[in-house]
């Protein structure tokens, strides 16, 4: 297994390519069960997620088609028999379960493991079983480890779909895949506004799909009798991008961030902007330069259009330089905080009471071994790597290779010191 071994102390400067959404592109690829006709889907980031979700649709009878360069695929069904997701596939990656309602509402029938919790939090699935209940599936769980599925044709209903931490986003993925071809009229009320989410709807309405209310909490779902085959672009990855502008402020830089939308980051804008961080808008991208000191800041992690909990780590990372305390509260993963040891002790002081995080701002930060627990915690302990003094070395990087395509390539155009190396003492499984 790989480490990544930083020297700490350059600015980064220079442009930066953001890739395609990883998490648009594993609902938008599970989509595809439920047409025969083929689907293609571009800008595919290359990740291991993204393959691993290949993997699943192989499993599932889908034929997947790369071009050259890896980034464009195209997916057909040739076996619709087929309808496990197995364990071994699930537990790699949680957002497996998105094959769940393409399953039920396309080939009547679902076996897919159930996925356990992991770093970030518990993790249930207890609301895309009640969304897809709702729509007439007959659903055990749990047998065997499995949630077992069977269904008629699904029927139209109104779903609440909001648990004690708001919308979920792969819930309301599943649920809304399902309903495109249910009888009937299906609304999703907080139903999650993600980017990815609206992605989705956007790829299912080009396969024919009847879904409006896109981008907003309430979503509304006309059922139709087949969808057909599409070509569709992913929208690029606004975590990729908010991390990028983490390190290039971090750092003190002035780097350019090319094919990203920025209205897909407004929170995380606003909040850097708050952090004395320059941010400029340009055509399909920005640019991030230092405005001042970097400033301690208090934010709460919320549902879209909040700021993303997949941004939390990263933040706080920028945080431990701040010139003051700061104040985070996780609301969607309370459990969120594998990263505050490890950056702990990269001299960072952070102290965490329940899903609230206290940062303290230090001076400055030293080199030293740190453990990735999960994929952001991982690029939060790389953005603090890059100002560290001395020599950082992040293991167990097979998470952040399920997240960020190339990230120490990308970081080493900026000027950073970054290099990945084989890691003699890791001696467990792949992950
Ligand atoms: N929740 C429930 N019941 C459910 C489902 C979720 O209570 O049935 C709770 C969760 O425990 C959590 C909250 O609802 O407290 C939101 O979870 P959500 O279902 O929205 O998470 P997800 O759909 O499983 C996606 C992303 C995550 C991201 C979250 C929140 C993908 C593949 N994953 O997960 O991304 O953190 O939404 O925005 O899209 C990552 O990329 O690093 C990552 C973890």
Request: glycine share 10%; net charge negative; aromatic share 2%.
């Amino acid at each position: 297994m790989d480490k990544i071994v930083i020297e700490g102390g350059r600015r980064l400067n220079g442009v930066v390519e953001v890739s395609g959404s990883k998490n648009a592109a594993l609902p938008v690829m599970a989509a595809a069960i439920l047409t025969d006709e083929p689907v293609t889907i571009r800008r595919l980031p290359d990740l291991t997620d993204v393959r691993t979700m290949a993997n699943i649709l192989n499993d599932l009878g889908m034929e997947t088609t790369w071009s050259d360069d890896g980034h464009t695929l195209t997916l057909r069904t040739t076996n619709d028999a087929l309808c496990t997701a197995p364990y071994e596939r699930v537990s790699e990656m949680r957002a497996s379960i998105c094959v769940l309602g393409p399953l039920l509402a396309k080939r009547h029938k679902a076996t897919v493991a159930l996925p356990g919790g992991c770093k970030i939090g518990e993790r249930p699935v207890d609301l895309h079983l009640l969304g897809l209940r709702a729509l007439g599936a007959n659903i055990i769980d749990i047998l065997h480890g499995n949630i077992e599925g069977t269904a008629d044709r699904l029927k139209g209903a109104e779903i609440f779909l909001a648990g004690p931490n708001g919308p979920t986003v792969l819930g309301t993925a599943n649920v809304m895949c399902a309903a495109a071809l249910a009888e009937g009229r299906t609304i999703i009320k907080e139903a999650a506004c993600e980017p990815e989410i609206q992605d989705l709807a956007l790829l299912l309405n080009k396969m024919g799909a009847k879904i409006t209310g896109i981008g907003t909490k309430q979503l509304i779902i006309d059922g139709v009798e087949r969808l057909h085959g599409a070509d569709h672009e992913l929208i690029p990855d606004r975590i990729e991008a908010g991390t990028y502008m983490a390190a290039a402020a971090i750092t003190g830089g002035s780097v350019e961030l090319r094919n990203m939308r920025c209205s897909d980051l407004d929170a995380v804008i606003d909040h850097m902007q708050r952090m004395n961080i320059r941010i400029t808008k340009l055509p399909g991208g920005c640019r991030v330069e230092p405005d001042g000191e970097l400033a301690p800041l208090n934010f709460a992690t919320a549902p879209y259009p909040g700021f993303p909990t997949d941004m939390q780590a990263q933040l706080m990372a920028l945080l431990t330089v701040a010139r003051g305390t700061s104040i985070i509260t996780e609301k969607v993963y309370p459990k969120r905080f594998m990263h505050v040891a490890e950056l702990n002790r990269l001299g960072a002081k952070i102290h965490t009471q329940g899903s609230i995080a206290i940062v303290e701002g230090v001076e400055s930060l030293s080199g030293a071994k740190v453990i990735a627990s999960d994929l952001r915690a991982s690029a939060s302990l790389v953005i603090a790597g890059l100002i560290a003094k001395g020599h950082t070395e992040v293991k167990e990087v097979h998470h952040i290779d399920r997240g960020y395509e190339r990230i120490e390539e990308k970081l080493r155009a900026l000027g950073a010191r970054i290099r990945r190396e084989h890691d003699p003492e890791e001696t467990g499984p792949a992950r």
